[in-house]
């Protein structure tokens, strides 16, 4: 099932009109519910959703277990053959904490934290390491990443997430239209591959917000990596929970904010004012 569709459009250009074909990213909104119990419906890119659904529960708190994957059941199509609707069966016993309510009906596809009734950690994992990362290591995560991004390439309308082993080794890359959702499903993507535990650096192409902070921590990732700008509430909390959070990370370039002490940093100059950067969001 492809993500893309072409749609026509009319692109104007120094004073000029012509009739264009543009690529654009699918988004379909996904229901999901556990149990018979609705809890969440989330907009999102086409495929993966199985990936999608277990790093959700992972990161939310509601299922856990390492060892025994839940069982997902597609419920719904759209008409053009997406999957709209899931079921999610888990034991009673094995739901860490009531879910319903904690979420609205929508989750929007840009934030992950939007369908939340609070803003908490319930989680409350910190990340304890001795590990020390090479910058240059980084840049080759993020060449890997982009080599990837086939459907960025084709539409410029996807995120995209990668987890990689402290070398560099890429384990694992998701695209999706929301930032979120592609951590969600490279996390997903391991957890079900049973390799979570080498996952060591979490990379994004979008900015770092608290929500993916949070979900970066409730996986246990020690490194969390953006093309993009930080925001201060995600730093403070990359801060406190043990995680070293780089960004700006482009052409070999990159600036660290949090634990900085688990980078390799050699030759520290004195210290300047602000470094202009390109920002996007």
């Not at 904010?257 to 940093?265: A, E, F, G, M, T």
Request: with cysteine.
């Amino acid at each position: 099932m492809k993500n893309i569709k072409s749609y026509p459009g009319h692109y104007y250009r120094d004073g000029r009109w012509s009739r264009v074909s543009d690529v654009l990213a699918v988004e379909v909104a996904l229901s999901i519910s556990i149990n018979g119990t609705p809890f969440t419906v989330t907009m999102q890119t086409p495929g993966q959703e199985r990936d999608l659904v277990r790093g959700l529960l992972y990161g939310e708190n509601v299922y856990r277990d390492l060892g025994i994957d839940p069982a997902i059941a597609v419920t719904c199509f759209t008409d053009d053959s997406y999957i709209s609707a899931v079921e999610v069966t888990i034991p009673p016993d094995r739901i860490l904490k009531d879910f319903a309510g904690t979420r609205n009906v929508i989750s929007a596809s840009s934030c992950g934290m939007c369908g939340k009734t609070k803003l908490d950690d319930e989680v409350g994992i910190v990340i304890d390491h001795d590990a020390v990362i090479r910058p240059e290591v980084v840049g080759t995560m993020f060449d890997q990443m982009a080599e990837m991004q086939q459907s960025f390439q084709q539409s410029g309308g996807t995120h995209a997430a990668g987890l990689f082993a402290l070398d560099g080794e890429m384990l694992s890359i998701r695209e999706d239209i929301g930032r979120h959702n592609a951590v969600d499903k490279v996390i997903g993507d391991l957890l079900y591959r049973r390799m979570l535990e080498r996952g060591k650096c979490l990379t994004v192409s979008g900015r770092i917000s608290y929500e993916i902070v949070s979900k970066a921590r409730a996986a246990g990732i020690p490194y969390l990596a953006s093309v993009s700008a930080p925001s201060t509430l995600a730093v403070d909390e990359a801060q406190q929970s043990g995680m070293t959070l780089m960004a700006f990370c482009r052409n070999h370039k990159l600036t660290v904010y949090s634990n900085p002490q688990h980078v390799l940093i050699e030759g520290i100059e004195p210290e300047h004012g602000p470094v202009n950067k390109e920002v996007h969001v």
